[in-house]
């Protein structure tokens, strides 16, 4: 009786736990991601009274302090008061910093300190489903404080005017979409952080620019040249301009570059977040 020997690889199946594809550095991550989301869900559903209060409250003290405190000496083009002119930004801005804290932050404590990464990497979840798992929930988060967001917005309407369409609810995929795009660069700068003090420069570097610049709080049509440019290069901008139009129903074929942008943007903020986390995960 003779024994036979196997190679792997020799019956030309894939491995049950995937091969990294060359040209992309990373591996296919599969549905496991989804364990990965749904254990976040469950952290922040136990802690959800204090998780959605600032997110509820923040854009709205925002939007009634500066529409209609400042809003006295700002005068805008048309019939629109400062402050309608503020909403539909503050569907995107402040949940906008939900996706952020939850890819930068949230990452690099399950990462660094609470050994969350360390300990998922001991089940057959591999490196690249765990960080896409964190990317779709720090997204996710993004999408949740819009819907907050929008809940206040429809309580205040009958008195000042904030929604004018129906379509206003196309704000929670366009959250959703803007927050992917966030969030994979966001964890691909936590890989590279060692230090949570660190994070801070990537709140000056990219954050606060681009909170600025995302068309929010002033027109950005008669910016400096430079300024427009970079505007567009944040996919906040693409993601305020088209809650905007959703809110107002003033739609029209410029608003295609937006979609375009968030589209065009997202395997690739993907892929960066993923590569680089996944690089952090196996080298320590």
Same mark, same amino acid.
């Not at 923040?58 to 939007?63: D, F």
């Not at 139009?245 to 608003?255: F, V």
């Given at each position: 009786?003779t024994?036979? @020997?196997?190679?792997p690889?020799a019956t030309?199946k894939?491995?049950p ?9 990373i591996?296919?991550p599969g549905r496991?991601?989804i364990?990965?989301w749904q254990?976040d ?5 136990r802690l959800w009274k204090?998780?959605?209060?600032a997110?509820t409250i923040?854009?709205?003290?925002? %939007?009634l302090?500066?529409?209609l405190? +400042?809003g006295a ?7 629109r008061?400062y402050v309608e002119? /503020?909403? !539909?930004?503050?569907l ?7 996706a ?10 399950r ?6 990464y360390a300990?998922?990497q001991?089940? !057959?979840?591999r490196?690249?489903e ?5 990317i779709a929930?720090a997204?996710?988060?993004?999408a949740?404080? @819009?819907c +907050?967001?929008?809940?206040?917005l429809l309580v205040? #309407? ?6 004018d369409?129906p379509?206003?609810? +196309?704000?929670i995929?366009v959250?959703l979409?803007?927050?992917l795009?966030?969030s994979?660069?966001?964890i691909?700068f #936590?890989?590279?952080?060692r230090?949570?003090?660190q ?5 000056s570097i990219?954050?606060l620019?681009m909170?600025?610049l995302s068309?929010a709080f002033?027109?950005?049509?008669d910016?400096p040249?430079?300024a427009d440019i970079?505007?567009n290069l944040f996919p906040?901008?693409?993601a305020?301009a088209l809650s905007r139009?959703? #809110?107002?129903?003033? +739609?029209?074929?410029? %608003?295609l570059?937006?979609?375009?942008? %968030?589209?065009?943007? %997202?395997? !690739?903020? /993907?892929w960066?977040?993923i ?10």
């Open positions: 009786m024994a036979t @020997t196997t190679t690889g030309g894939r491995p736990a995937g091969g990294v594809v060359p040209w992309l550095g591996a296919i496991q991601f364990a990965v254990r869900r469950d952290v922040f559903f204090a998780e959605v209060l997110p923040e854009p709205i003290v925002t %939007l302090g500066l529409g405190g +400042l000496y700002v005068e805008l083009g048309g019939d008061d002119f /503020l909403a !539909p930004g503050m995107m801005v402040f949940p906008m910093f939900g952020m804290f939850e890819a930068l932050f949230g990452s690099y404590f990462m660094d300190q609470h050994g969350t300990a998922i001991a089940t !057959p979840v490196p690249e765990i960080v896409l798992g964190d929930w997204a996710s988060r993004m949740l404080n @819009t +907050l967001v929008l809940l206040m205040l #309407t009958p008195w000042l005017g904030f929604i369409s379509l206003v609810i +196309l704000t995929p959250s979409l803007c927050g795009l966030i994979g660069v966001s691909a #936590t890989s590279v952080a230090s949570i003090s994070l801070s420069y990537f709140f990219y954050v620019p909170f600025w068309g002033f027109p950005t049509d910016l040249k430079w970079a505007a906040l901008f693409h305020v139009a959703l #809110t107002t129903g003033d +739609l029209e074929w410029g %608003l570059w937006h979609v375009g942008f %968030l589209f065009a943007g %997202l395997l !690739p903020s /993907l960066l977040g590569w680089a986390m996944r690089r952090r995960i196996i080298r320590g």
